[in-house]
């Protein structure tokens, strides 16, 4: 059975409406507050310096040896052959033997920092990706578990999806900020920040456009237990969170 619809205006509540953390000020001023200086909205959370400067230099320099493929999607209308992706100019790097240090990187942020912060426990979690984004890369707004029902209105949990991994090993470039639609906050990226947050339509997001440089980041989702599943098994090269083992592609 097809997850149940969101109505696309569910969220947020209105600005002068209590705020959804439960803090008891109005959105307008507090998760929804306008000031740049702000701290981070419910759900969203930030460590700066969980890598060190030369952990993400090591990083840097191994993704520098690396090969990168654009992201692409089929054509629809036209042959059905791959073409590149205009919602997410980026390029995902072909890591090979070099798959086992993301791997680590990505379970130390789980172990340490995530599961023991927000208080969840996961199933498995998604193999990771290393990004790359030089001038002009971006990726258009989404929800990294929910696609948008247009004729509807409305969002649906497609992929068993719910805490979203961001991890940074670099900043010189300019641009390529992170951006919260429904929250209207933008966030810096830093070398060694790491950024967790729901994947479900309310932190529906962005990376803005880079405009010089070359813009690197770790990706990775969680499945978090007691969740209801959408999908019949996990994701094809998922890692399990116990035994840490990865489950082969299908096919």
């Not at 680590?104 to 789980?110: G, K, N």
């Not at 497609?158 to 805490?163: E, F, L, M, T």
């Not at 919260?180 to 933008?186: D, E, H, L, Q």
Request: aromatic share 10%; charged share 25%.
């Amino acid at each position: 059975m097809p997850h149940p619809l969101i109505p696309d205006d569910s969220f947020p509540p209105g600005r002068n409406s209590p705020c959804f953390c439960g803090s008891g000020e109005r959105f307008k001023r507090c998760c929804g507050a306008q000031s740049a200086d702000r701290p981070p909205p419910h759900g969203i959370a930030v460590v700066n310096g969980f890598l060190s400067r030369e952990e993400c230099q090591r990083l840097v320099t191994m993704a520098e040896a690396l090969e990168g493929q654009r992201f692409q999607v089929r054509d629809l209308t036209h042959s059905l052959e791959p073409v590149p992706d205009p919602t997410r100019v980026a390029e995902w790097m072909v890591l090979g033997e070099s798959q086992h240090t993301l791997d680590e990187v990505v379970a130390r942020a789980f172990e340490q920092v995530i599961v023991p912060r927000s208080g969840q426990t996961i199933d498995w979690y998604e193999e990771p990706q290393l990004l790359r984004y030089t001038t002009g890369g971006h990726y258009q707004y989404h929800a990294d578990a929910y696609h948008l029902v247009p004729e509807a209105g409305a969002w649906r949990k497609a992929v068993d999806r719910d805490i979203s991994l961001l991890l940074y090993i670099n900043d010189e470039y300019e641009g390529g900020e992170l951006h919260f639609k429904r929250f209207s906050y933008t966030l810096r990226p830093r070398a060694g920040m790491l950024v967790w947050f729901p994947s479900d339509m309310r932190y529906e997001h962005m990376a803005k456009p880079v405009t010089s440089g070359f813009r690197y980041a770790i990706v990775s989702w969680a499945a978090a237990r007691g969740v209801e599943r959408v999908q019949a098994e996990p994701a094809k090269r998922s890692i399990d969170w116990q035994t840490r083992e990865r489950k082969p592609p299908s096919g």
